[in-house]
C-alpha cells in the first residue's frame, strides 16, 4: 500500500502563513510529481502548485508570490509554504502524487485532506 498524509492545516488569520507537509510512505519506487490541490465549498477542485522529481514547479495565477511548493526526496515529502493568506483561500488542501510502485506499476494518489481556515 502507499499513503499520503497531510498536516499543517488550521485556522491562520489574514496576512499570515501556514505550512503544510504531505508525506507518501509505502512500497515506492519512486515518486515522479506531487502537488497541491485545493477545494472550498461549492467550487470544484482546483490545482494549487505541483513540483517535478527534477524540481520544475508549477503555480495557479492566484497563488504566484505568495506560495512556494518544495520537496525533500529522501523524506518522499511536499511541503507548501503558504504566505499572505487571504479568506479567499480558505479550502480543503490535498495532496497528490504520482509515482511508480515497487511492482513497476504507476499510479496517482490523494491524501484526505487538510482544512486551511483563514479568518479574523
Known amino acids: 500500500q502507499v499513503q499520503l498524509v497531510e498536516s499543517g492545516g488550521g485556522l491562520v488569520q489574514p496576512g499570515g502563513s501556514l505550512r503544510l507537509s504531505c508525506a507518501a510512505s509505502g512500497s515506492i519506487f519512486s515518486i515522479y510529481t506531487m502537488g497541491w490541490y485545493r477545494q472550498a465549498p461549492g467550487k470544484q477542485r482546483e490545482l494549487v502548485a505541483t513540483?517535478?522529481?527534477?524540481?520544475?514547479?508549477n503555480y495557479a495565477n492566484s497563488v504566484k508570490g505568495r506560495f512556494t511548493i518544495s520537496r525533500d526526496n529522501a523524506k518522499n515529502t511536499v511541503y507548501l509554504q503558504m504566505n499572505s493568506l487571504q479568506p479567499e483561500d480558505t479550502a480543503v488542501y490535498y495532496c497528490?502524487?504520482?509515482?511508480?510502485?515497487?511492482?513497476?506499476?504507476?499510479?496517482?494518489?490523494w491524501g484526505q485532506g487538510t482544512q486551511v481556515t483563514v479568518s479574523s
Open positions: 497528490n502524487a504520482n509515482l511508480k510502485r515497487i511492482s513497476g506499476q504507476i499510479y496517482n494518489y
Open positions: 513540483i517535478t522529481s527534477g524540481t520544475i514547479t
